[in-house]
């Protein structure tokens, strides 16, 4: 027979352990408040990569030229009134390195492609600037960038000093870090309510000034207003307080009210001290965070189901047991099951800490915190609510039971 483990009596030290994490959450909230990520802050928002200048291209030709890029092939469309419409296309699966390609463009009449900074780098390598007008004029070349094979990590710590003397900037990892691609983002605040074009070339001169002339590119530009920044936080809470009731609608389905409201209590629980953590350790709250968050409530509902459904057929396999035996077998039994389930998620998780970088290091990290305190507040907050709601209608019973008594 497996040794019934008594849970029960630590029940009212764990609840003032919990007490005093929401406290301090609640204490970091109030006092230090949200990291912010990118996705959560009104203001300029631009992606940068950290790459040279491959070549520049001029049109001086009849009629208008502009430049169609993509990841599979470079085109060059010749249009207006002095010229016939032609497409001239340069696929990369056929002008393979940068030489060849700047080849073939110089073939086209009026058109003008300078010598590429590296003429066997391939082609696919190419990256096109978001400010770039597709127009080709003589005046303003259109400038070509690319990352050369093997390029070292830029680290964001670096960025970040670059751009401290701009004010308060957010910096984040995009992809791998081999291919030096960040977002950056500046806070209504700091453009005092214009549209981000002269800090966009502030942003550009503090990353070059640093880095090198002609190494970095911007990718995407884009001024988010706060009402989208204040939209995207009002769904998150939302959608967190949904999850709530959905939850409590289903586990008063499958089982009792009480055993729904501990279900409900356990995940904000949860929820307050993963905030909390995120809060204590600097993390950046960003949409990475918010589905954290919900992957571990998620988590925990599951394991809470499961032991909740073993009490239910404890009690049903027991029927002469007080309810405290019944709680106590049913945590018991489910124990093995529970940590055999969580080390073997939190090996998974652990290797995505280990091995990943940015945003999605964070999460790993946000994960194994939340699912320890979901195994944590399973037993020992929601099963010890569903014990206090059994004695208290005991009680309650017990006290109309003598009162009826008494007035027979």
């Not at 003032?16 to 990291?35: A, D, T």
């Not at 002269?198 to 002339?213: D, K, P, T, V």
């Not at 995407?220 to 939850?247: C, E, H, K, P």
């Not at 309650?396 to 009162?403: H, P």
Request: one cysteine or more; charged letters at 15%; proline letters at 3%.
């Amino acid at each position: 027979m497996k040794q019934i483990i008594p849970f029960s009596r630590y029940f009212l030290i764990a609840s003032l352990f919990s007490l005093s994490l929401v406290i301090m959450s609640s204490i970091g909230y109030f006092s230090r408040g949200f990291n912010l990520g990118i996705d959560f802050q009104a203001g300029l928002l631009q992606e940068v990569q950290f790459a040279p200048t491959a070549f520049n291209m001029t049109y001086n030709g009849p009629g208008n030229a502009s430049v169609i890029f993509s990841r599979t092939s470079l085109d060059i469309v010749v249009s207006g009134a002095a010229a016939d419409e032609q497409t001239y296309r340069f696929p990369f699966s056929s002008y393979i390195s940068q030489g060849e390609l700047v080849r073939g463009l110089n073939t086209i009449e009026g058109f003008s492609a300078t010598q590429p900074s590296a003429p066997q780098a391939g082609s696919a390598t190419l990256i096109q600037s978001a400010l770039s007008s597709a127009l080709l004029e003589s005046e303003n070349p259109y400038t070509l960038f690319y990352l050369p094979p093997g390029s070292p990590p830029i680290r964001i710590e670096d960025v970040r000093a670059a751009l401290q003397p701009l004010g308060q900037v957010a910096v984040q990892v995009l992809g791998i870090p081999e291919e030096r691609h960040f977002m950056i983002r500046m806070e209504d605040s700091e453009l005092g309510g214009g549209l981000g074009g002269a800090q966009a070339e502030m942003i550009m001169e503090a990353l070059e000034s640093n880095f090198g002339r002609g190494g970095v590119v911007i990718t995407r530009s884009d001024y988010v207003g706060s009402r989208f920044a204040r939209d995207l936080s009002n769904q998150a809470l939302g959608l967190l307080g949904m999850t709530l009731i959905v939850i409590l609608a289903y586990c008063s389905f499958r089982f009792k009210l009480q055993f729904a409201i501990g279900a409900v209590i356990s995940l904000i629980h949860n929820g307050i001290i993963t905030i909390g953590f995120i809060i204590w350790s600097g993390m950046e709250f960003n949409t990475i965070t918010i589905a954290a968050i919900m992957t571990i409530l998620g988590y925990t509902v599951n394991d809470t189901v499961v032991v909740f459904d073993r009490i239910k057929e404890t009690r049903r396999i027991y029927p002469d047991d007080t309810f405290l035996d019944v709680l106590n077998r049913a945590l018991s039994e489910t124990l093995s099951r529970t940590i055999i389930t969580t080390v073997s998620t939190m090996l998974a998780v652990a290797c995505l800490y280990i091995f990943t970088t940015g945003g999605m290091k964070d999460f790993a990290l946000a994960l194994m915190v939340g699912m320890v305190v979901g195994v944590y507040s399973t037993i020992f907050i929601a099963s010890s609510f569903v014990l206090f709601y059994d004695n208290r209608a005991k009680n309650r019973n017990e006290k109309k039971r003598q009162t009826t008594f008494v007035k027979a």
